[in-house]
């Protein structure tokens, strides 16, 4: 199966996202955090770093539950300003 690539929009949104996970971890560890999450700290670090710009939606309810994000509030964060 060969994934279409991803628009820059959609880039922008997971680097969006990477930033507001990382911002809300704080001084948290990443291992923690992923660990409490079900995850590796190796995915983890991956969707903050926007190197996996489209995390599946368990993963992003996993780390919002444990960072507690609102799954809304990250919906709304992450989508582009208008142009």
Do not use: H, Q, Y
Request: with cysteine; net charge positive.
């Amino acid at each position: 199966m060969v994934r279409t690539p991803l628009t820059p929009e959609e880039r922008e949104r997971g680097e969006r996202l990477g930033l507001l996970l990382r911002e809300a971890r704080g001084g948290r560890s990443m291992a923690d955090i992923a660990a409490s999450a079900g995850l590796s700290a190796e995915t983890l670090r991956k969707i903050e770093t926007g190197r996996a710009p489209t995390p599946a939606f368990f993963t992003v309810a996993a780390l919002a539950r444990v960072l507690g994000l609102s799954m809304d509030d990250l919906a709304g964060l992450c989508v582009p300003a208008p142009a």
